[in-house]
């Protein structure tokens, strides 16, 4: 934007030119260039050390699967992050939710849809305790939740009492992470044609949206992105859309997990860049005193972004013990930093007040297929795994920092 | 412009004859032709100073005149090379490179904003970054022996261990200056040293001064109070824009007027919009407003302050720095600035509750910042999410916002306050300072309020802008909107207001109508004022 300054000649909107918006957006396309680099690269490794091809339906399966309860928490993490605060505690709270779940479910034999409700308002209530103690009594929030993770962790022992793990599961929450949907319609010749029905669909429906978006905006002269990057992105996303339905279709189908996943992230999506709550969440991180005085209710917005938390990381908790199987004192531990990593792989500011629901969902996929790449296809071990990702997260964020600095 | 110089004269001379004293010692310090400039502004312009050995010299002048720019040249903040001219201390020619090198020459500041460590103790702080140390190991004993000895010569009785937090801020000062005598200080410079002390500390603190000066020390005091000022000091440097304007003898009593004159006397030749006030009833009125200091509840920081503001009445409130001002707006807009604030609030003449920014706003109330930067913008953020922050609700359908509604706002706003950026897409941190300036008004325009309170609007900005903002607030008061204006620029207050409060360490000092007001008659309604009311 440095050619944009005041004295600058006024320039109409839709003339900005494709470098220049380029430069002012490498972020977000440079993660979504990275999340194909990265799967490119193993893709090729695997075809020539002659392991079984990376790009699989059992692979994409999986990597949903794997990462489902990482992403639903990136979405928590990601309003936490923006607020300019952080949460340590959620990867506890995934094993307590877990264990609570469990007690209710197979001890106490309750009804699963009362047990799954239960477990959300406790999420609440967790997140509005250690809500109250950063919004309202000005703790740090390192420190409230760095409490929290060790409370958590130790009541869910507690709550797990002497048995060490409870299983098994209730199918039917079972079916939350690990089942797919059934063919209702079997008759394209597919494994799973209801799948590929729902892939044709949504990439429909993704290119109205787009159009009628695109065309609203040239009719008002408010469309920045240049004409061939909308073409190239929409045709990205859609044969992704495509490919992945088609994967999918010809195995198990689409995961119930992928379901709850995308509803969770449109919905946080809408939110964030649409409300005005989701306006005041990035305006308390931009400047707090300044959306204080401008009469925003700056400590009602962290407390909130605290209980919103709470509630995902619930979420998370009966889809990860859904997924492993049974509760144990060990689920969910160090499960937030990779949460973490993930918002800040994806464009999150550590200053607060700059990150996207999509990139935050972007950078957990980009640590997903890191981790499934380097174990299935290079098969290196779990120590190289977390070097690699280290160093991810420090070169991501480093850029950003440069970035800025830069401007 | 430039005096002519003669060697080794004191420069009084040459502007004042009659004032001739004969010294039989040279003068501790001569700074002769200081000019220093910033990008785009000359904040000295051929500065000379002359301070003689063993006086106390005072240097006045409004806010910024230069007087603390000064101090940073002769203490080497802005270090030998950065400016025009010479600085003659003992005799030579000194090239300080920083304040390592003045503090070696003896020369010590003591800044308004005092320097200590509060959760360090007296000695600790005392030794600071010139610690009694073998091989970097503290000899704790000595220190402390050589602290109770600096202690002692300021008449202070604590015990070196004490911390600096525990201690009143009279006595902080003490410690100050204890710490400028364990540097061997020849001499010290004091930057408004009582503006934070009450009558008894600032007594004290001149007391010691005076006793200072009686073992031979020179010290230069930076004050507005000129009844401190007639009791210690020798003689008077008076800056004004950044010149020296006259420098007088004190040793007999100093003329007010002269003083008033000089700190003023300058041309009013900015431009201002024409305005041909309208003003209707009274539209809001504070009565008896009291706040205190938002972490020393002991400091009364807005003492019983009353005032109205009529329909499309422009008032304005002037003020020297740390009048109290910016406290008393902020603590009117929510309590946003101060604790056990108290006081009644009415529009149109009934009472209102202001004690949150919410009722502050929807009550018709807005406060545009004097510091943009921090308090006033999102800076990541463009112009469009700027301009509706605080008024959401209005674009917006439950919760969610009408992105075009939003759009065709800030749209309107670019064009009607002339904000210069490509679109309204533009990051506010890309802007220059008076269109900053335009997307904060816009911002408060937007919430529709019927008094606005501009808090310094024109700090930062060009002169070509200052014009433009000084129309859009006509424009306002024009549409029958108050306006109350807080502004350190007295000719700006002259220009634009139909009438002016003046304050002074927290309290209403004056009120003048638009053909009474001077910058004589408020400079003046300062002084006799400064210091004189007990705490």
Known sequence: MSTNTMDAPVVKATETRSLDYFKDHLREYGMLVALVAIILFFAVYSAVTGRPTFVSASNLTNLFLQNSYVIIMAIGMLMIIITGHIDLSVGSVVGFIGAVGAVLMVLYDLPVAFAVLVCLCVGAAIGATQGYFVAYLRIPSFIVTLAGMLVFRGLTFMTLGSSSSISPIPPSLRALSTGTIPDLAPVLGLANSTTMIIAVVLTVGFLLFAFRKRSRQNALGTAHEPQSFFFGRVAIVAAAILYMGYLLSTNRGLPNVLILMALLIAIYAFVTSRTTVGRRVYAVGGNEKAAKLSGVKTERIVFLAFVNMGVLAAIAGLVFFARVGSATAKNGTGLELDVIAACFIGGASAYGGVGKVTGAVIGAFIMGALNMGMQSAMQLSIDYQQLVKGLVLLAAVSFDVYNRNKA | MRPALHAGRPLKAVHDPSRLRERALAPILEMRGITKTFPGVRALDNVNLTVQQGEIHAICGENGAGKSTLMKVLSGVYPHGSYEGDIVYDGKVQAFRGIR???????????????????????????????????????????????????????????????????????????????????????????????????????????????????????????????????????????????????????????????????????????????????????????????????????????????????????????????????????????????????????????????????????????????????????????????????????????????????????????????????????????????????????????????????????????????????????????????????????????????????????????????????????????????????
């Open chain 2, 101 to 535: 090198d003045s503090e070696h020459a003896g020369i010590i500041i003591i800044h308004q904003e005092l320097a200590l460590v509060p959760l360090l103790s007296i000695a600790e702080n005392i030794f600071l970054g010139n610690e009694i140390s073998r091989f970097g190991v503290i000899d704790w004993p000595e220190a402390f022996r050589r602290s109770e000895k600096l202690l002692a010569q300021v008449g202070l009785s604590e015990p070196p261990t004490t911390l600096i937090k525990d201690m009143g801020v009279g006595k902080q000062q003490l410690v100050e200056i204890a710490k400028a005598l364990s540097k061997k200080v020849r001499l010290l410079i004091l930057d408004e040293p009582t503006a934070s002390l009450n009558e008894r500390d600032s007594q004290a603190l001149l007391d010691l001064l005076l006793a200072f000066k009686a073992e031979g020390m020179t010290s230069i005091m930076i004050s507005h109070k000129l009844n401190e000022i007639s009791r210690v000091a020798d003689s008077i440097t008076v800056l004004r824009d950044g010149s020296t304007v006259s420098t007088l003898d004190a040793k007999n009593g100093v003329s007010e007027d002269r003083i008033i004159r000089d700190m003023v006397g300058r041309q009013l030749d900015d431009r201002y919009p024409p305005r041909q006030p309208n003003i209707g009833e009274v539209l809001f009125e504070v009565k008896g407003w009291n706040a205190y200091h938002h972490l020393n509840t002991q400091r009364h920081i807005v003492k019983d302050v009353s005032f109205n503001v009529r329909k499309g009445e422009i008032v304005g409130i002037a003020g020297l720095m740390g009048a109290g001002r910016t406290e008393l707006a902020m603590s009117i807009f929510g309590r946003s600035y101060g604790r056990n604030v108290s006081g009644k609030a009415f529009m149109h003449g009934k009472p209102v509750d202001v004690s949150t920014i919410t009722k502050a706003i929807d009550t018709g109330l807005a406060y545009v910042t004097e510091d943009r930067k921090q308090y006033g913008l999102l800076l990541e953020d463009d112009i469009r999410q700027n301009v509706s922050l605080a008024n959401l609700p209005e674009i917006a359908k439950s919760g969610v916002i009408d992105a075009e509604r939003e759009r065709s706002v800030a749209e309107d706003y670019r064009n009607n306050l002339r904000i210069r950026s490509s679109d309204i897409f533009h990051k506010t941190l890309n802007l220059s300072g008076g269109n900053q300036q335009k997307v904060v008004l816009s911002k408060w325009l937007f919430s529709d309020p019927e008094l606005l309170i501009l808090d310094e609007p024109t700090r930062g900005i060009d002169v070509g802008a200052k014009f433009e903002i000084y129309s859009i607030i006509e424009r306002l008061a024009s549409e029958g909107k108050g306006i109350l204006m807080i502004s350190s620029e007295m000719p700006e207050l002259l220009g634009m207001c139909d009438r002016i409060y003046v304050m002074n360490e927290g309290r209403f000092v004056a009120e003048m109508a638009r053909g009474e007001a001077t910058q004589e008659s408020i400079m003046r309604a300062i002084i006799r004022t400064a210091g004189r009311s007990a705490a």
